[in-house]
């Protein structure tokens, strides 16, 4: 493929030679790009030779327990403006050559490309910002890091038409890498040196909230970060916001649920269909079944959700639990006939029909 991308893709690597191989062909492949750029952080594997292998430029960098430090030093080497980042773990499944060069073409200082990206097995997918300009942007954050604004730049996201797939979270894998104990430990020790930081507050919430092992947890950092971190606009605030709700529900606290939902309504509830999925679960677990439909309705359909599903089956499947709960079989019926192919909703229907 001869490239018509003005990108250059950006990695940073250690030991990865069970996917590197795989991830750079498929850049490669659907991308064509001309400038691959991959920073070892000490590799004691064959990763530096199979990113060789690939035409990649490799280069060497002293790890110093800052995920964006390295992700910036990879950019500092990249021959063109716009920088796609990717890790090892992480495969590019298609992409809209022509929609890419149109995203590039319309965009200005404040812009930021979210690509579709599917969480290995699936088919859970949404909407990560991997791709920006790095004379306008560049990477933040010791773990968990983000694409921010140099200067006075703002940050507008939409969405680039690439699609890739993540396996880093699949069981064997997360396991085999010891993320959440990595992750923990380089939080804690930047918290150690920032203890008010927003930011490193809520990744540290965040890091619970994914392993999933102890939400009560999660939902006292979140608490601590939300008290301290006050710009709304931010992206990390709204995540923090949607966890921190997600994280109440799911410890069974939904009148504190309730309270959190009515306190931020008036930033997102118009411009976040996934805020309004977590309205409709509080909701519902508060009994208010006439809010939650209405909310889950509000959500199908909804344009740059960071979760496919809300705008679809996800949102039709909840419905159609309502629904049965409260004995409206033939309307439940139709919502799971929404849903597609999504099991849950499959399973549903084998038993009511």
């Given at each position: 493929?001869?490239?018509?991308?003005?990108?250059?893709?950006?990695?940073?690597?250690?030991?990865?030679?069970?996917?590197?191989?795989?991830?750079?062909?498929?850049?490669?492949?659907?991308?064509?790009?001309?400038?691959?750029?991959?920073?070892?952080?000490?590799?004691?594997?064959?990763?530096?030779?199979?990113?060789?292998?690939?035409?990649?430029?490799?280069?060497?960098?002293?790890?110093?327990?800052?995920?964006?430090?390295?992700?910036?030093?990879?950019?500092?080497?990249?021959?063109?403006?716009?920088?796609?980042?990717?890790?090892?773990?992480?495969?590019?499944?298609?992409?809209?050559?022509?929609?890419?060069?149109?995203?590039?073409?319309?965009?200005?200082?404040?812009?930021?490309?979210?690509?579709?990206?599917?969480?290995?097995?699936?088919?859970?997918?949404?909407?990560?910002?991997?791709?920006?300009?790095?004379?306008?942007?560049?990477?933040?954050?010791?773990?968990?890091?983000?694409?921010?604004?140099?200067?006075?730049?703002?940050?507008?996201?939409?969405?680039?038409?690439?699609?890739?797939?993540?396996?880093?979270?699949?069981?064997?894998?997360?396991?085999?890498?010891?993320?959440?104990?990595?992750?923990?430990?380089?939080?804690?020790?930047?918290?150690?040196?920032?203890?008010?930081?927003?930011?490193?507050?809520?990744?540290?919430?965040?890091?619970?909230?994914?392993?999933?092992?102890?939400?009560?947890?999660?939902?006292?950092?979140?608490?601590?970060?939300?008290?301290?971190?006050?710009?709304?606009?931010?992206?990390?605030?709204?995540?923090?916001?949607?966890?921190?709700?997600?994280?109440?529900?799911?410890?069974?606290?939904?009148?504190?649920?309730?309270?959190?939902?009515?306190?931020?309504?008036?930033?997102?509830?118009?411009?976040k269909p996934e805020f309004r999925y977590l309205c409709a679960h509080v909701y519902q677990n508060n009994g208010m079944l006439q809010e939650a439909v209405e909310c889950y309705e509000s959500c199908i359909g909804a344009e740059a959700v960071d979760d496919d599903g809300i705008a679809s089956y996800l949102s039709y499947y909840n419905i159609g639990v309502i629904l049965e709960c409260v004995g409206m079989i033939e309307d439940a019926i139709i919502m799971y006939e929404n849903c597609g192919d999504y099991?849950?909703?499959?399973?549903?229907?084998?038993?009511?029909?």
């Open positions: 493929m001869i490239s018509k991308l003005p990108i250059s893709l950006c990695m940073i690597v250690k030991n990865e030679e069970k996917f590197l191989d795989t991830s750079l062909k498929s850049v490669t492949s659907v991308l064509g790009l001309d400038d691959l750029i991959v920073v070892d952080t000490g590799s004691t594997d064959r990763t530096v030779e199979i990113a060789k292998e690939n035409g990649a430029k490799v280069y060497d960098f002293t790890w110093i327990k800052d995920f964006s430090a390295a992700r910036n030093f990879s950019a500092e080497h990249a021959k063109h403006e716009w920088v796609l980042y990717l890790d090892a773990d992480e495969e590019l499944k298609e992409a809209d050559i022509e929609g890419i060069l149109t995203f590039i073409k319309s965009s200005n200082a404040d812009t930021v490309g979210a690509l579709k990206m599917i969480a290995h097995p699936g088919p859970e997918s949404s909407n990560w910002t991997r791709f920006y300009n790095r004379k306008t942007h560049k990477l933040d954050g010791t773990i968990h890091e983000q694409i921010v604004p140099i200067e006075n730049n703002g940050r507008e996201i939409r969405l680039v038409p690439i699609v890739a797939v993540h396996y880093g979270y699949a069981p064997d894998i997360k396991e085999s890498k010891g993320k959440f104990e990595r992750n923990e430990r380089m939080l804690k020790e930047a918290l150690e040196k920032q203890p008010s930081d927003p930011y490193i507050l809520s990744q540290l919430g965040k890091c619970y909230y994914v392993n999933g092992e102890d939400l009560l947890k999660a939902c006292e950092y979140f608490e601590k970060a939300l008290a301290v971190g006050e710009d709304h606009r931010l992206e990390y605030i709204f995540i923090t916001v949607e966890q921190y709700g997600f994280s109440l529900i799911n410890t069974e606290q939904y009148e504190k649920a309730l309270e959190h939902i009515n306190k931020y309504a008036k930033y997102y509830a118009d411009v099991e849950p909703a499959k399973q549903r229907l084998a038993v009511l029909k």
